[in-house]
């Protein structure tokens, strides 16, 4: 029981990360940008690349290694978004929602079929593999690594909320969640903020995919597909627009897919999570922290 | 030996028929050369396998290995009285579609033998182009039951089948005395076509107990679901019958999570890839597998001639391909003639040729009556030849 309720979450937390970003954007945009999950698997393989060219790196100073490998990639992903944003979303600003919505599958197979173009499409083991002490605790095992990726998953998103609610660039983009036009008269730069917003996001995913392959110790190109419709679905759950509901989705949904599981065995993880995606689309589709939205002008 | 999944087979078949009618009008304004018996000129053996793609670098050894044998025929005076052999190659990518596309092409090009097919996927919708020409296909590599159930008269496989593999799987299990085991397949129809042949063969033996047989989904990252499933059963081997991409985050998380019993994996999880994925968890993992030219006793002057003419191993596969195309010679020199219907004879009627797999006699529906599957376990980060089974 604790076994499940720890693996839950440790999964949970990667979904919400990246359920942050969905949410986020769809919050300020109304945009689903169906090319994050490919945001993730960019992160993973600059993580791959970077970690390759430093070459050999001593047991001692991978986690060291790692850190400073995570902040470059998140910098990197955070700008590809802001580059995609730019490139791809912006022009299609005033277009209607379904355009913009199929421009976003193309992106993520750019994105797929870019990377699978550069780096080959076979999968790559990753060159610095997070290893370390295994504790009982309550009769679960909890490793070391899942320990300090859970830390960092955490960190991240604390120092997103508070970013989020404590800054200026924050309130822009609440406001601009709130009445895009409204804030636009009253002096908001929105073009910056959106910008600020896709950085923030993708540096998450980013964040998310360098974490996944030193812990899995595999990337491969269409690894972000299945988990980018699971953070999505995630963030559906928790409400999407909302960013604490994004976390809290991440959670249930990794709760979820543990336990049902757990009582209707492995090969219905996926029909699981997609069945309470379901669940909550036609029941509440405002998720659990979600308001209700009215339609805007 | 791969195979798609149900999506991709319902497309593949439904483009196949498409496709099929279109190569074959084709064919006839294209003069008729399709399927009929050429008399002279060189005589086209048609490869259709994966150049691109995930499984592009086993398309590469086969392709490989079946020049070797069209080089060494050609050099000792070619089939039929000194015409030369031809090898006309073109890539599947692993895709249904792609396969149609190119198997018609091969057709139209005049191909009197077909000596490819590496994913099961792939090669099945490729079955009634050829059937349609009359043209008599080889199949090296692929091995789902699914291409010889129909039973066309013109599809010869020589590569163990599945059920061959969970024959040989239950037999190691016994051997080696495991008396429970977990089976884990990644629910696309190669896969689970072994899980559920060695699930019913250890019904029917009773020697062995399964424990769990379960399915995960293929393409992600986290499979501690099946993990904690596989811990709380406990059994003494936990048989995976998928690929290597997720053989080896399964094989590293199941070590991860403490599982100390043993682990083997099927064909489709052999590859050096599995090993740097599962880590040091991949010491001591079995896997059922065809032969390959490292594990191979007596092999070393062919690899040293492949080395020479290629300037790389061999890999999975290429012995396949070589024996298919010396087959294919074989059985038209037999036949004397390069009519589809006169070499589907002489390969049935063949017995005892000598393939790296063994004498070939083909069973009533076209497969090796032998599968040639061994034991192998990986060494020092190889896998490398187990004696357990002999």
Redesign the interface.
Known sequence: MTQLIWDGLFVGSFYALIALGYSMVYGIIKLLNFAHGDIYMLGAFIGFALLTSLGGIPGSLSLVALLGVLLVSMLLTGSAGVLIERLAYRPLRGAPRLAALITAVGVSFSLEYGVSAIAGPNPRAFPVRLEGGVFQVLGARISLPQIILMLIAAGLMIALNTYIQRTSTGRAMRSIALDTNASLLMGINVNAVITRTFFIGSALAGAAGVMAGAYYGQIDFLMGFIIGLKAFTAAVIGGIGNIKGAMLGGLVLGFVEAFGTQWFGGQWRDVFAFAVLILFLTLRPTGILGERVTERM | MKFGTRNTILLGIASAMVFSTAGCSGGLLSGGSSGTATTSGTVKLGMVVPLS??S??TGAYMKNGAQLAVDEINKAGGVLGGRKLELLVEDEACDAQQAVASANKVVSEGAVVSVGGYCSGATLPTLPIFQKANIPMIIPAANSQELVAQGLANVFMINGTGKQQSTTALAFMKKSSYPTVALVDD?TSYSKDITTETQSQIQKDGSVKVLLN????A????????V??IMSKNPALVYWTGYY?EG??II??LK???FTGAIMVADGSVDP?LV??A?QGAEGVFATMTQTPDTLKGAQKWIANYKAAFKSDPGPYSTQSYDAVRLAAKAIGDAGSTKGADIIKALSAINGFSMFSGPLKFTTEHTLSSGGFVILVVKGGKFTLDNALS
């Open positions: 793609g995930s592009a670098p629910n379960t399915s995960v989904t393409g992600e990252s986290d499979y501690s679901a099946v904690r499933a991409q080896g985050l590293n998380q991860k999570a403490g890839s740097k994925i880590g």
